[in-house]
Nanobody, 117 residues
Framework: QVQLVESGGGLVQPGGSLRLSCAAS????????MGWYRQAPGKHRELVAH???????VYADSVKGRFTISRDNAKNTVYLQMNSLKPEDTAVYYC???????????WGQGTQVTVSS
């Protein structure tokens, strides 16, 4: 069982940056593929980026070139650096383990990101 705690969200102007963090506990973190998801009001939750245990990364087209996912296995933490933020990036952001392309642990509380002038 993995416990996940997201942090780092906030209100930022378009073009700004934020760095999200996700602290994981209760499992062998370094062996898990980790993903960042987001859910905007009225929309389904979507996977925006994931990183394998070996450090390989994949991004959704909507964030490619602007977001960077990374991990620190010593700290059991995964990060999402978000640059050049747009209003359409506004959502609650969650992290989760990813197994065969699907979230495989319980959800944390998420962290709200609001991009607005």
């Amino acid at each position: 069982q993995v416990q996940l705690v997201e942090s780092g969200g906030g209100l930022v102007q378009p073009g700004g940056s934020l760095r999200l963090s996700c602290a994981a506990s209760g499992s062998i973190f370094r062996l898990n593929t980790m993903g960042w998801y987001r859910q905007a009001p009225g929309k389904h939750r979507e996977l925006v980026a994931h990183i394998t245990s070996a450090g390989s990364t994949v991004y959704a087209d909507s964030v490619k070139g602007r977001f960077t996912i990374s991990r620190d296995n010593a700290k059991n933490t995964v990060y999402l650096q978000m640059n050049s933020l747009k209003p359409e990036d506004t959502a609650v952001y969650y992290c989760n383990t990813v197994t065969f392309g699907h979230p495989s642990s319980g959800w944390g509380q998420g962290t709200q990101v609001t991009v607005s002038s």
